[in-house]
């Protein structure tokens, strides 16, 4: 025998954790990761917990106290809610440049509390209509 074995079901289940481990150590060392990280350390813990469950974060603007959803994605993924939460306008907006959708997330999330009215501004207006968002790597790893 050349002393191979099969690895009973408590080894398996620490084979899984070891290679769920390295799989999301390698995820964190991409700037994708690193936006995650960021986004994560800047939303409060109610955020945190709204965003690990449902894959969103809501946001309260700093000018005019409307509440807003943000998705994981890099644009039109902002709605302005309703009274009963439900989507009432669609907005688009984000940073200049090529950043991954965690720094699009944190940026956005900082001119809403921030400078809601310089971001409502510049923001094109859309009618939402069911979901645009398609699951994304930001969305595996949270």
């Known amino acids: 025998m050349l002393g191979l074995y099969a690895p009973s079901p408590g080894g398996r289940n620490r084979i899984r954790a070891i290679r769920a481990l390295f799989s ?8 994708e990761g690193r936006a995650c990280r960021l986004l994560r350390e800047w939303l409060s813990p109610a ?3 709204q965003f690990t469950r449902s894959r969103y974060f809501d946001v309260v603007g700093g000018q005019t106290g409307t509440s807003y959803r943000i998705y994981p994605d890099t644009s039109m993924n902002v709605y302005a809610l309703d009274c009963c939460g439900r989507a009432h306008r669609g907005l688009c907006f984000m940073p200049v440049g090529e950043l991954p ?3 699009v997330m944190l940026a956005q999330k900082l001119a809403l509390e921030s400078c809601e009215g310089n971001a409502l501004a510049i923001a094109k207006q859309f009618t939402p209509r069911g979901s645009y968002f398609r699951p994304t790597s930001l969305t595996r790893h949270v």
């Open 24 to 31: 999301n150590h390698r995820y964190e060392c991409t700037p």
């Open 47 to 49: 955020q945190r917990t």
């Open 101 to 103: 959708i965690g720094d």
